[in-house]
């Protein structure tokens, strides 16, 4: 899904398109240096309206993103072993709002996000 977003947002500032493979070697923080890395011209377009961009293709099509095989069996094996998980992320509300929400984050005592 991030490199479909990065490519959407590509698209729309000329900066030609990556593979995961590409964008894994080259992802780092901060992010901005990161899409620097790629091509992103930062001076012309201020990364705040790149990562907007982004967040729109991002945000609509995360449904889609499955999960990694084994996640479910992983955070019932911790949960039994009284082991806490920590899910950090900028959209866990987008993330626990899916049709997947009752059995991905069932057991999480409590959320946070701000």
């Not at 590509?10 to 091509?39: Q, T």
Request: net charge neutral; hydrophobic share 45%.
């Amino acid at each position: 899904m991030a490199v479909s977003a990065v490519n959407r947002c590509g698209e729309r500032y000329a900066v030609p398109p990556i593979d995961a493979v590409r964008y894994r070697a080259l992802f780092d923080f901060p992010i901005a240096d990161f899409y620097a890395s790629l091509g992103f011209d930062l001076q012309r377009t201020p990364f705040a309206q790149i990562v907007e961009h982004y967040l729109e293709h991002f945000d609509t099509n995360v449904a889609q993103c499955p999960l990694h095989d084994g996640v479910f069996e992983v955070l019932e094996a911790a949960r039994n072993a009284g082991i806490g998980v920590s899910i950090v992320s900028p959209r866990i509300a987008t993330f626990c709002s899916r049709p997947w929400r009752p059995r991905a984050c069932a057991g999480i005592s409590s959320m946070s996000w701000g």
